[in-house]
């Protein structure tokens, strides 16, 4: 399978300290920080025997805390792709924790969670999702009268744009996360995808909902080589099969009609 997530779930060059350490103090979670002398790893992170020993190890001497009860502390810099970044964009960080995710910054900034967790999910909205507004109150309807029909719902509060968090070429994520309860679960895994709205939009469907309106996320394609991760819009697997398994003709020069 190809991610096709602008930030993959499998991604090298995460850098990493337990949030104890003395290199993880002070403004980590800003873009300008020097992290050159954290430790380097690739997502995802497993809380297996390793990955403890690892945080005991560079946690300061005097901390005698369990492994379990330590935060740590993660960062990675990543480009958005040319073209992909508008003010009417919008983007999904989805993160996964078994344990949880005490903070997620972007470029500084802290985002907010969509919703609550489930099993281990987290996902974070840039920009992030509008609060609802509060119901309207039902009008009482007396004996023999008709009620009143409700009022038209307020329109939806407009946030501010994917330009005020994320920006053309560097950025940089940072996370917080504490360790799950059983060892060998998943630490911390993060991935990023555009959130596509459709071009064509239904007939039928309201102008107070249309913002809502988007597309299913793709994350994934299926390959089974890794002509098609590079060669895109086309089948490449009938262009230049490597195991002569398929092959693309011209039926009407190939295979000419006989009489």
Same mark, same amino acid.
């Given at each position: 399978?190809?991610?096709?997530?602008?930030?993959?779930?499998?991604?090298?060059?995460?850098?990493?300290?337990?949030?104890?350490?003395?290199?993880?103090?002070?403004?980590?979670?800003?873009?300008?920080?020097?992290?050159?002398?954290?430790?380097?790893?690739?997502?995802?992170?497993?809380?297996?025997? &390793?990955?403890?020993? =690892?945080?005991?190890?560079?946690?300061?001497?005097?901390?005698?805390?369990?492994?379990? &009860?330590?935060?740590?502390?993660?960062?990675?810099?990543?480009?958005?792709? $040319?073209?992909?970044?508008?003010?009417?964009?919008?983007?999904?960080?989805?993160?996964?924790?078994?344990?949880?995710?005490?903070?997620?910054?972007?470029?500084?900034? &802290?985002?907010?969670?969509?919703?609550?967790?489930?099993?281990?999910?987290?996902?974070?909205?840039? $920009?992030?999702?509008?609060?609802?507004?509060?119901?309207?109150?039902?009008?009482?309807?007396?004996?023999?009268?008709?009620?009143? $029909?409700?009022?038209? $719902?307020?329109?939806?509060?407009?946030?501010?744009?994917? =330009?005020?968090?994320?920006?053309?070429?560097?950025?940089?994520?940072?996370?917080?996360?504490?360790?799950?309860?059983?060892?060998?679960?998943?630490?911390?895994?993060?991935?990023?995808?555009?959130?596509?709205?459709?071009?064509?939009?239904?007939?039928?469907?309201?102008?107070?909902?249309?913002?809502?309106?988007?597309?299913?996320?793709?994350?994934?394609?299926?390959?089974?080589?890794?002509?098609?991760?590079?060669?895109?819009?086309?089948?490449?697997?009938?262009?230049?099969?490597?195991?002569?398994?398929?092959?693309?003709?011209?039926?009407?020069?190939?295979?000419?009609?006989?009489?």
């Amino acid at each position: 399978m190809y991610d096709l997530g602008i930030l993959p779930e499998e991604a090298r060059g995460w850098r990493f300290l337990p949030a104890g350490a003395k290199g993880a103090a002070g403004d980590w979670f800003q873009p300008s920080f020097n992290d050159k002398k954290w430790l380097v790893g690739a997502t995802p992170f497993n809380w297996d025997r &390793e990955m403890q020993t =690892t945080v005991v190890e560079n946690s300061p001497a005097d901390d005698s805390s369990p492994a379990g &009860e330590r935060l740590v502390n993660f960062r990675f810099e990543f480009e958005l792709p $040319p073209g992909v970044l508008k003010k009417e964009s919008k983007f999904k960080f989805e993160v996964q924790a078994m344990g949880s995710v005490v903070h997620l910054w972007l470029n500084g900034r &802290e985002l907010k969670l969509d919703d609550r967790v489930k099993r281990g999910r987290h996902e974070y909205s840039v $920009p992030p999702l509008p609060e609802k507004p509060p119901a309207a109150p039902k009008a009482a309807a007396g004996k023999g009268i008709a009620a009143a $029909p409700p009022p038209p $719902p307020p329109p939806a509060p407009k946030g501010p744009p994917a =330009t005020d968090f994320l920006r053309p070429g560097k950025n940089v994520i940072a996370a917080q996360v504490k360790p799950p309860a059983k060892g060998g679960e998943i630490l911390f895994q993060l991935r990023l995808d555009e959130v596509k709205r459709p071009k064509d939009l239904p007939v039928e469907v309201d102008e107070s909902v249309a913002e809502e309106v988007v597309e299913k996320i793709v994350t994934h394609r299926a390959v089974v080589c890794d002509l098609c991760s590079k060669i895109g819009g086309i089948p490449a697997c009938v262009h230049a099969c490597p195991h002569d398994a398929a092959m693309r003709v011209n039926a009407r020069k190939d295979f000419p009609a006989t009489y």
